[in-house]
């Protein structure tokens, strides 16, 4: 049975075509578009046809960045357009004729790694996305872990310093505030117009990109930029004190990250997160580990293959 993982981002949306074993067969990856759901639906629809050729599939998972309750988005704050309570779900299974599954794009994420990747010998695992913004994900006894209203594990969202910068859900102090690519790139162009010299945006420039991608930041940090490198610092502490938290609240033995900086950065900053975490941890358990994504782009894609296979299988 071939189903379909889709990881909707916020500057791509990856397609994979995945079969029983969790192996993807073919990929896509599109730009998301900035027009809202219904522009989404038709450059996925496009983007699926063309990519299994014709070949039939029995469903699809979809994995949105923000909050799912009940098969319906009902907070999107990483996607311009979008202006949830919303249904993605109906109208993607209309256009395709199957069934369609959604969940949140970190949830799919670390159920990939929970099937197929690195946490597939974990029980009580914490999952973080670093990106556009910051995401996080919970398995808790062996299961995914989504709360009574679909948003358990919005890591990025817990505030550290209630007066710190504003952050895109429209509170202060979020750790996404501090460590999402976005905010950390918004505070470098301040730090620049201020009359600061960065090589930031000169890389952006020679990358052809429109924004300052992981990429660009991990080239930045390579070449020892001081800006890039003071935000990138608070960045990690910002994440050590949230992921301590989290360890003290659930005692969770694995960190497993994800997301466009830990694909480029690699395991030193997964080193880097883990040291962080630990000045800030009530017990400091000698089991707990972190480590990067080995599905990389796959993880979100394979996660929401395997959504959308519960979903057909227990319908």
Not at 21 to 28: E, G, K, L, N, P
Not at 39 to 66: F, H, S, Y
Not at 180 to 197: E, H, L, Q, V, W
Request: hydrophobic share 40%; glycine share 16%; aromatic share 4%.
């Amino acid at each position: 049975m071939l189903t379909v993982g889709v990881d909707i981002g916020g500057t791509n949306i990856g397609i994979g075509i995945v079969d029983d074993d969790h192996r993807v067969r073919a990929r896509a990856k599109q730009p998301t578009p900035q027009g809202g759901p219904d522009e989404t639906v038709e450059v996925i629809v496009d983007a699926i046809r063309e990519a299994t050729g014709g070949e039939e599939i029995a469903a699809v998972g979809v994995g949105i960045p923000g909050a799912v309750r009940d098969g319906q988005v009902v907070r999107t704050p990483n996607l311009p357009g979008w202006e949830a309570p919303l249904e993605f779900a109906g109208p993607l299974g209309a256009a395709l004729g199957v069934p369609v599954a959604l969940g949140n794009d970190v949830d799919v994420g670390l159920l990939g790694e929970f099937v197929a990747g690195t946490a597939r010998e974990g029980r009580n695992v914490m999952g973080v996305w670093l990106g556009t913004g910051i995401g996080g994900a919970l398995i808790l006894e062996g299961r995914p872990y989504h709360g009574s209203g679909g948003a358990a594990g919005e890591f990025g969202h817990m505030t550290i310093d209630p007066n710190g910068p504003l952050c895109s859900c429209g509170h202060r102090g979020c750790i996404e505030a501090y460590a999402g690519r976005r905010s950390m790139t918004a505070a470098a162009r301040a730090i620049a117009d201020s009359g600061r010299a960065t090589s930031l945006f000169a890389i952006q420039h020679h990358e052809h990109k429109e924004r300052a991608t992981s990429k660009v930041w991990a080239r930045a940090l390579d070449d020892g930029d001081e800006v890039a490198t003071e935000l990138f610092d608070g960045a990690v502490e910002a994440l050590g004190i949230g992921l301590a938290s989290v360890a003290n609240l659930l005692d969770a033995t694995q960190g497993a990250g994800g997301g466009g900086m830990d694909e480029k950065l690699g395991d030193p900053l997964a080193e880097r997160i883990e040291e962080a975490t630990r000045p800030w941890l009530f017990h400091a358990n000698p089991d707990l580990r972190f480590a990067v994504s080995a599905l990389g782009d796959d993880a979100g894609t394979v996660g929401a293959a395997a959504l959308a296979r519960a979903e057909v299988l227990t319908s």
